[in-house]
């Protein structure tokens, strides 16, 4: 049996366990013990042995020490009420025009996201704070929820991002690189997201009516109130970049910095204190046990040699390198129908890195190849959480807008997923959009 025919296998008996609901972790874990019989003709000594050193191995690795630090920064302010300074600094800046709540509450998850790095915590803590306020301003449920589902995306694509830092792992990249190079495609989402509400208010002025205007005074005021979470933000990924900390000093920085943020001006107490260490412990015991069922599942499949067998298939195939990218990228929003974004990281990656490396994309050189690749993946990844069926955003959302039916919200985020598909398409051409500060900060 070859590689592609036993890592075909695998990945169908791991779709079926999924859809019997195991957790991701452990049916990777499973696919993985079920390669090593397969390839072994039933003997355990190999798996044995791997499964002996598989914790060790990967837990020991110093790089991971950055998630729990990161998720800690993103619990402190999510309990710490910082939300709600970014929205209403946010919508005092361009809350008063025709779908300006709205827009605020796309950019106030954007800033949200620069300080929590996950996507389901910034819809559940924005959708908390704005959806509230766009319904009393008389917006329809259908573009409310729409809007903070999509919007919730922007929490692992503004660095820091948790995805990227596991790809990075996965890859031996720099955190840093792929932080700076994620910058100007966040930026993108986030005007490309105010050009749908724009679009549909225009169409439809009922689902966002226009607010009343705040003075310039009280503006000035709500903008001071979140620089300190803009210093933290700088302080993180400049600090990465620049090289005088290394990602997990800049992390543990950052999550300091948002506790005492937190506490002073947000009002934390030590229920909140308490509440987000068991939040991050949670969540980091999650992260670690996928990770531990991909470890097994991958260095299973390297046994295998499917990913070398599938890199030297489509090299050989003659296939355009952009047809075989874009396989890739749709293959991407397939899983996203049944995976997690972290889960089709760990998953994929190992498999597909060594295939877009072996290709030529614009004369590009390795090093940028990689990061570029990184970037494309991780908004692929971001589409997952948004498109029916499974988009977990949607569910979050829709339990915090009981009154609103999941086929509006299902619907209403159709316009910003054609806004994802377009900017997913302008990075692919024009690579220079990903690699352009990461070239100016590296000079």
């Not at 790095?117 to 306020?133: R, Y």
């Not at 997990?248 to 001006?265: K, W």
């Not at 988009?391 to 159709?414: F, H, S």
Request: proline share 5%; aromatic share 8%.
């Amino acid at each position: 049996m070859s590689g592609i025919t036993v890592g075909l296998t695998a990945f169908g008996a791991l779709l079926i366990l999924l859809v019997l609901r195991i957790h991701i972790g452990i049916a990777m874990a499973i696919a993985g013990a079920g390669i090593y019989l397969v390839i072994n003709q039933g003997d355990t000594s190999a798996l044995l042995f791997t499964l002996n050193n598989l914790a060790y191995a990967r837990f020991s690795n110093y790089d991971l020490a950055v998630i729990p630090l990161f998720l800690l920064m993103g619990q402190f302010a999510t309990h710490g009420g910082l939300s709600r300074a970014l929205f209403r600094a946010a919508g005092a800046m361009i809350g008063h025009g025709k779908g300006g709540l709205a827009m605020a509450g796309t950019g106030a998850c954007a800033a949200f996201g620069a300080i929590c790095g996950s996507s389901l915590a910034t819809a559940a803590t924005m959708g908390q704070v704005a959806l509230p306020e766009l319904r009393r301003n008389g917006y329809s449920g259908k573009l409310a929820t729409a809007t903070l589902a999509a919007s919730g995306t922007l929490g692992i694509l503004i660095p820091p991002s948790v995805p990227l830092v596991i790809y990075a792992v996965l890859t031996q990249e720099s955190i840093g690189k792929l932080f700076v190079a994620a910058v100007i495609p966040g930026i993108l989402a986030t005007l490309g997201y105010f050009a749908v509400i724009r679009i549909i208010v225009t169409r439809h002025p009922e689902h966002g009516p226009a607010a009343s205007p705040i003075p310039w005074g009280e503006r000035l005021k709500a903008q001071i109130g979140i620089l300190p979470v803009l210093a933290v933000f700088a302080v993180v990924v400049i600090g990465i970049y620049d090289g005088w900390a290394n990602p997990t000093e800049a992390a543990s920085i950052g999550a300091a910095a948002c506790g005492l943020i937190a506490v002073i001006s947000g009002g934390m107490r030590l229920k909140g204190i308490i509440q987000s260490i068991y939040g991050t412990a949670v969540a980091t015991g999650m992260i670690f046990l996928v990770l531990l069922g991909a470890d097994l599942l991958n260095s299973a499949l390297a046994i295998s040699q499917m990913p070398t067998e599938l890199a030297n298939w489509v090299k050989e195939s003659g296939m355009p390198p952009i047809l075989v990218l874009f396989t890739v990228l749709g293959v991407y929003i397939l899983l996203g129908c049944v995976m997690d974004s972290l889960a089709m990281i760990l998953l994929t990656v190992p498999i597909f890195y060594p295939m877009i490396m072996g290709l030529d994309f614009f004369g590009m050189s390795m090093a940028d190849k990689s990061v570029w690749f990184g970037i494309l993946a991780l908004m692929v990844v971001e589409i997952g959480l948004v498109h029916p069926p499974v988009g977990m955003n949607l569910y979050v959302i829709n339990k915090l807008a009981k009154d609103v039916p999941m086929k509006d919200t299902a619907l209403g985020v159709m316009p910003f997923l054609a806004s994802d598909f377009l900017r997913i398409v302008v990075l692919v051409f024009f690579p220079s959009l990903s690699l352009w500060l990461v070239h100016l900060t590296s000079n």
